[in-house]
């Protein structure tokens, strides 16, 4: 993950009704659900030094990662490159995780899809203050 993307992992919804009785590594994964994944036409599909990881969108900008193991859907992950997102990708890539029922699951808690919430992620995060003034990032 570079300094100025904004990272966190796609989880299912139904997992999150259960979140305290469920360790993180549990809460992220969607082996036990029966979804069918919708093609994601937004981002393009990026090759992928292993096989186990299907990207969409270039690993140092914005992008989804989908994690497979014993060809089983394991884990999605998603970056926003806080340097040019736009308000239309973000809005595309919320309504794919709410497509799949997703939710965002970000530094531990759950999220909603819903765009004020994670602007407001976005703006308090550390991706964001890099991004205001990388100097003072440093000191």
């Known amino acids: 993950m570079a300094l100025w993307q904004f990272d966190f992992y796609i989880v299912p919804r139904e997992r ?25 036409d937004f981002l393009e ?3 992928n030094w292993t096989e186990d990881i299907v990207q969409y969108g270039k690993a140092d900008e914005t992008c989804i990662q989908f994690l497979y193991e014993d060809e089983a859907l394991e884990e999605i992950s998603c970056r926003f490159d806080l340097r040019s997102l736009s308000k239309k990708m973000l809005e595309k ?22 765009i004020n919430g994670i602007i407001e992620l976005m703006k308090n995060s550390k991706a964001n203050k890099f991004c205001q003034n990388p100097i003072n990032f440093f000191k």
Do not use: H
């Open 93 to 114: 890539i919320l309504d794919y995780i709410e497509r799949i029922n997703g939710m965002v699951f970000y530094e531990g808690k759950i999220y909603a899809p819903e």
């Open 45 to 47: 599909k990026t090759p």
């Open 16 to 40: 999150c009704v259960i979140v305290e009785n469920l360790e993180s590594k549990d809460i992220l994964s969607w082996k036990q659900n029966s979804i069918s994944l919708i093609e994601i």
